[in-house]
């Protein structure tokens, strides 16, 4: 059975986007290519503006996921967490349309009896450990992040420990923002190996603008295009069957 793919986005910034398209809106973009934007808002000595905390909360919502704001040193076990809660997430809100299309009827997790509960919530963790995980990891370096960045490769390290333990494979990407030339710079192409990550970040180069908006938009295309298919169905029928 093919279990589909579950596609992310980890946004990796302090601050309010400043360049060109509206970031919360290319999130929205980014929903309906079936691709969570999680943002996790990185903050030194209390140093964010409101408007920065309503932006990250504002493109996390709209993309789908998951929003965070969290100090430097607790970033490393934050980004698990978010990557891990916004995998669970995304396979309720699945799971939750399946229940509407094979039951005829509008109908969630939480309305089933309690004994067919139990068997879609197994279902549910068993897809966040074997689902295949493509996750792309987009961060800021502009000016304000200069002194950021060492906890950021850290945090990476640390994600890629936890997410190998994972049965499903891994696909990882890193991309950075404002770019040398451009908007934004790739600095890790596709691959399963996410320690790879931690070898690429002596290119990250602070300072600039912070284009989130357009970093986003090349983000989603980015994503390998596969065909839509249903997740859950044959599980259903399995147990339907029994």
Known sequence: MGKGTLKQILLLTDGCSNQGEDPVAIAALAKEEGITVNVIGVVEDDRISDQGIEEIQAIAMSGGGISQIVYTQQLAKTVQMVTRKAMTQTIHGVV????????GKDQDIEDLPPEKRGQVMEVVDELGE???????????????MKNKLAMVQEALTDLSISLNSRQGSNKFALYSFPGKRKEVDKLLSWT?????????FHKLASGGITPTGPALQEAIAMFPRKSKRSLLADEYQEESSM
């Open 96 to 103: 939750n349309r399946e229940l509407t299309q094979i039951l």
């Open 130 to 144: 074997t689902m295949e995980l493509e996750l792309l990891i987009l961060v800021d370096t502009s000016a304000s």
């Open 192 to 200: 399963p190996k996410i320690e790879s990550l931690t070898g690429v």
